[in-house]
């Protein structure tokens, strides 16, 4: 069983940083596609960035030159470092992982197989 936990969200005002971490147990899968998505209340889910192990990365135009996703394969894990947030930014954020080495993009996650419990973002004015 794959799974993930993620950490590092909580509140900030705007114009903050805060850092999302996200483990994989399985350094197979880690080498698939990984994701980040977040949902806000009454919102559809959208995909937030994407990476493949080759270092490839996509982004949301709204979070592009914020939001850089990263990976440490050492550690089995996947950032998200989220400079300048709006209170547009605030919502559940998941990390997700796919079967299959690239990403595909734009994505809403349907096509991720593993998921993680989400961890809330909050961004104040």
């Known amino acids: 069983q794959v799974q993930l936990v993620e950490s590092g969200g909580g509140s900030v005002q705007a ?4 850092r999302l971490s996200c483990e994989i147990s399985s350094p197979t899968t880690f080498r698939n596609c990984m994701g980040w998505f977040r949902q806000a209340p009454g919102k559809e889910r959208e995909g937030v960035a ?16 914020r939001f850089t996703i990263s990976r440490d394969n050492a550690k089995n894990s996947l950032y998200l470092q989220m400079d300048s947030l709006k209170p547009g930014d605030t919502a559940m954020y ?8 690239r990403c595909g993009w734009p994505s809403r996650g349907y096509e991720f197989n593993y998921w993680g419990q989400g961890t809330q973002v909050t961004v104040t004015s």
């Open 94 to 101: 998941y990390c997700a992982a796919d079967r299959v080495p």
């Open 50 to 65: 994407t990476s493949d192990a080759a270092g490839n990365t996509n982004y949301a135009d709204s979070v592009k030159g």
């Open 15 to 18: 114009g903050g940083s805060l």
